[in-house]
């Protein structure tokens, strides 16, 4: 996958969009206008570019003076800065990051590639503008990418921090189908032990009629229903619904 140019477009998209609606509000970050948005991937962008360039830890975090100025013009600028060192680097090259399992550039390439798109998304809802599609190709590997990285593995690295939503609860699984490919989640109150592509039976299956449409769902990024809701959805649920919404909840504690 070509990480690098869809996350020039997608960075495009969202300066594009947020230029006329800078003080609206994100209805999917309700405490959040969309120059807050801005302000949030700029510092974002800024931070991993850091990162990179020492392998380690940017300390302290922020610098003084990035606070000051327009957010859209510290967007422009960390973007640029941020493209200027991932092109710099072969995806292999070591890079400090929290995801100790992949300690690369290449680590970042994927990860900014989904941080830009989910937020360009924000921006579009914000604005009310037509949101422009997700590829089905980065839409699968964002699903991938949340159930594996930042639910499997963060809940069995910082499982404090999904404790209340795991301890005292049973275990239970959930599959979710998407694109042709499938992954299974499953947790027990030590964390989520698989989120993994593969079969095998679930307590609860969702699916979803798009890869883009999953994506958006899992990361609360959907304009439409939810599967709650009575009216028609892209999304189907099959056994326990309860399984459905818990997950649902691990993942809201993942992307906190």
């Not at 914000?126 to 990418?145: K, M, R």
């Not at 930042?150 to 998407?178: D, H, I, N, R």
């Not at 947790?187 to 299956?205: I, K, N, R, S, Y």
């Not at 449409?213 to 999304?235: E, H, K, N, T």
């Amino acid at each position: 996958m070509d990480y690098l140019t869809q996350l020039q477009a997608d960075y495009q998209r969202l300066a594009s969009v947020s230029e006329a609606a800078l003080g609206s509000k994100v209805p999917t970050c309700p405490e959040w206008t969309v120059n807050d948005i801005v302000n949030h991937v700029a510092h974002v962008y800024l931070h991993k570019v850091e990162c990179i360039r020492h392998n380690a830890q940017p300390d302290p975090w922020p610098p003084p003076g990035l606070a000051e100025g327009s957010r859209l013009e510290l967007l422009h600028r960390a973007h640029r800065e941020l493209m200027a060192e991932l092109t710099s680097h072969p995806s292999d090259a070591p890079a400090f990051g929290w995801y100790e399992e992949d300690r690369t550039v290449g680590f970042w390439w994927r990860r900014m590639a989904h941080e830009t798109v989910i937020h360009r998304i924000d921006a579009e809802l914000a604005a009310g503008v037509p949101s422009q599609p997700v590829p089905d190709d980065l839409a699968l590997d964002g699903i991938d990418e949340l159930l594996v990285v930042f639910l499997a593995w963060s809940s069995m690295k910082w499982t404090e921090e999904f404790a209340a939503e795991l301890e005292p609860k049973e275990p239970g699984s959930v599959a979710v189908s998407a694109g042709g490919k499938r992954w299974l989640a499953s947790w027990e109150p030590t964390g989520v032990v698989t989120a993994a592509l593969g079969d095998g039976p679930a307590d609860a299956e969702i699916s979803a009629s798009s890869p883009e449409a999953m994506l958006r769902w899992l990361w609360r990024r959907s304009d439409g229903p939810d599967i709650s809701d009575s009216a028609p959805s892209p999304l189907t649920v099959s056994g326990d619904e309860a399984k459905v919404a818990q997950l649902r909840r691990l993942l809201g504690a993942a992307t906190q």
